[in-house]
């Protein structure tokens, strides 16, 4: 069955959603981090680690902050040293590729995951936007992959120009339509190949983050790799079940679209109903 991981780095929040039976584990990184900090200025980081990873009896993802092979090695072993004696579930959060310019080293992640799965250091390879990144994560042995799908989105459409919330559905088979519109119009086969590949209505072939995490579990599927793949960056209800249709391993999801996966109009009008015809006959069979 697909694991729900809560994507929060709040430890209210984690305790909350943790109650409700459903949620196997925790997705932080620096940003979700930060945001828990603000809201608690003066904690103490070391001691909120450590109660996160006693509140879950499942993997809690932890990221390393560093760019260099040995760097996040180190950093890596350190937490994992620290924090996994805590409750035994630490997982180390590497991004897949640290570059932030051109010209900078490109392997430092896979380097690094390479390594800690030498070491025995579980691993998360984070910021993935393609499948290719994907497929050298499972390579070089990483025990997760995360597709940040909500990114992709976002850099399709503001690609295409298309005004958009963050939690807002993006529909690939709007795309898709655009493509064919393309081809209904009078122009010469070249013309109307020239005219697709300037319009670039995909990523390099990919139509939304759901696509791309369709792509990396056929890839892994096809070759049988052990790395779980994580559909991370879930902004609302509908791709969490999109990619639960294809079989995902894990989503980690913002604790709002947990409850959105739970509430429908009629749901809530139904419960109205039946409170409100809830007769005396009925009411003694409780007492
Ligand atoms: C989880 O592993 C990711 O860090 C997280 O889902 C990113 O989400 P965002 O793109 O909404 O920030």
Redesign the pocket.
């Known amino acids: 069955c697909m694991q729900i991981f809560i994507?929060t780095a709040d430890l209210n929040e984690i305790r909350e959603a943790y109650s409700w039976g459903i949620v196997d584990g925790v997705?932080?990184?620096p940003?979700?981090i930060k945001k828990a900090v603000d809201r608690r200025p003066g904690l103490s980081m070391r001691d909120y680690i450590r109660d996160i990873c006693r509140s879950v009896e499942g993997p809690v993802?932890l990221?390393v902050k560093g760019v260099s092979t040995e760097q996040m090695v180190q950093e890596a072993e350190m937490l994992y040293e620290r924090f996994n004696p805590v409750n035994g579930n630490v997982v180390v959060?590497v991004p897949v590729c640290t570059a932030m310019e051109d010209g900078q080293p490109l392997f430092e992640g896979i380097r690094a995951i390479k390594t800690l799965e030498g070491r025995g250091i579980p691993t998360?390879a984070?910021?993935v936007m393609t499948a290719e990144q994907a497929l050298m994560a499972a390579k070089a042995g990483a025990t997760y992959a995360?597709p940040?799908l909500?990114?992709v989105d976002?850099y399709l459409r503001t690609k295409l120009d298309i005004a958009f919330d963050?939690s807002d559905y993006y529909d690939p088979l709007c795309a898709r339509h655009l493509e064919e519109q393309t081809w209904e119009e009078e122009a010469s086969g070249a013309e109307l190949y020239d005219r697709l590949m300037r319009s670039d209505i995909s990523d390099n072939g990919i139509y939304s983050g759901v696509d791309l995490v369709d792509s990396i579990v056929t890839i892994y599927d096809a070759y049988g790799f052990d790395t779980q793949v994580?559909a991370?960056?879930?902004?609302n209800a509908r791709q969490a079940r999109e990619v639960a249709e294809m079989g995902v391993d894990i989503a980690?999801l913002?604790y709002h679209v947990i409850e959105d996966m739970l509430t429908h109009p009629k749901t809530l009008e139904g419960m109205q109903l039946f409170t409100r015809d809830v007769v005396p006959e009925y009411e003694e069979l409780f007492e």
């Open positions: 994507d997705t932080t990184n940003s979700l993802s990221e959060k998360n984070t910021l995360s940040f909500g990114r976002d963050k994580i991370a960056s879930v902004r980690t913002p």
